[in-house]
């Protein structure tokens, strides 16, 4: 009997992958019953023995942590920012995914770059680090806009970190490569890039995080993101619940998996170039290679002989 309880209400894919991968398990294995209670602790609080659950996969929530310890209830921690630390956790890895950013956008051929991402959680500061060690290994540095993540909890929230984003944008020079901590964050700047008469991704190259479909496919330009391998996690959360229910040693460091891998799409399908002029053309040849053009077309566009 395992408790399940990780907000699967909440419209994103790595919840839902979580579930499946630890689903997927269950029936390689066997014998297992998924209940899913979203708030274990309660239950747990009213029956505080093992007669209720065996084990739990979920997010660590200092009560849900007090509860199962207080009933002797494993408990596998599947969320990077809790405030637990001292809980068996199974977690991509999260600077190995900034480290993936930073190498794509270097190949496409950008030198200046810039990161995008939420305050106060411990995967986008990990996120963070693992891109800019490859910058600075490569001689680069990079510009930082850490923002709250109730940005659209109210209008007045909204309409701030709109400002921030447009005065942020307006410090670049372009060419630039950004990656951002969620695929929506990276939605936003396609959008006000837009605004500001900024071409995706001849000018700003978009890397986004956890490759959350919808947001990555719709509208133009289609986002690079990257998969973090979320029904790994799922799985491998599984396995160790199921080796600690049978009397194994918990592990006392996170176990980290490797993402999943980056799926480029268009927000980076550009080369980085410093001469306006071939820039000019490459964003021409990008926006109509579907029609017949000629080097005359070309030439045309760009009013040059």
Known sequence: RVAIAIELDWPYKRHHEVFAGAHRYAQEHGGWKFILDEYPELTLETKPSKAVYDGIIGRATPRLVAAARTAGVPLVNVWHNSPETGVPMVTPDFKEAGR??????????FERFAFLGRKRERS?????????EVLHTAGFSCSVLMVPDNITLTAANWRKFVTRLGKWIDEWSCPIGVS?????????VACECDRKGLHVPQDVALVGMHNETVICTHPDPSLTSIDLGY??????AAELLD???NGQQAPEEPILLPIGGLIPRRSTDALAVEDDLVAGALRFISEHSHKPIRVGDVATHLHVA
């Open 100 to 109: 993936v950013a930073a190498k794509h956008l270097m190949a496409r051929g």
């Open 124 to 132: 986008v500061k990990e996120r963070l680090t693992g891109f800019k």
């Open 180 to 188: 951002t901590s969620y695929d929506l964050l990276a939605r936003h």
């Open 231 to 236: 029904e790994l996690v799922g799985h491998r």
């Open 243 to 245: 080796d600690i229910m």
